[in-house]
């Protein structure tokens, strides 16, 4: 199970675990259940460059289409092939086996995001 308290998350509903100058990158399960049943996930290509806040994903759902964000800028090193083939870990494994991607980061970068207690307060505010 993976440590909810260690990883970063941004207001756009995504958490980062980062290890070094690593990023895995997927949504929260407050995100997931807003979306409901998760149906098809667009991921971008190994190698994409992406900008912060740039839309480089999408995740539809049985409810609505949302975007993936990036939360910080980097190069995707890897994509989750098993969540494209099987979008419902989204919503059954939000923090393990729905992760959507990895980034290279400029080391420190996650360092300006938000923590959990504040990611909790800033869900039930």
């Keep these: 199970m993976t440590d909810l ?18 990023a895995t990158v997927g949504i929260t399960d407050y995100a997931a259940d807003k979306l409901g049943d998760v149906v098809f996930v667009e991921l971008p290509a190994v190698g994409t460059e992406i900008t912060a806040g740039s839309v480089v994903g999408e995740i539809e759902s049985t409810k609505s289409v949302g ?15 098993a969540v494209v083939d099987d979008p419902s870990l989204v919503n059954a494994e939000p923090f393990e086996g729905g992760w959507l991607i ?11 995001l938000l923590d959990r207690d504040a990611y909790t307060a800033l869900t039930e505010g």
Excluded: C, F, M, Q
């Design 5 to 22: 308290s260690a990883l970063k998350y941004t207001d756009e509903h995504e958490w980062l675990a980062v290890d070094g100058t690593t």
């Design 67 to 81: 975007e993936l964000y990036a939360p910080l800028a980097g190069t995707v090193v890897e994509v989750n092939d």
């Design 102 to 112: 990895k980034l290279t980061i400029a080391d420190g970068a996650a360092d300006e």
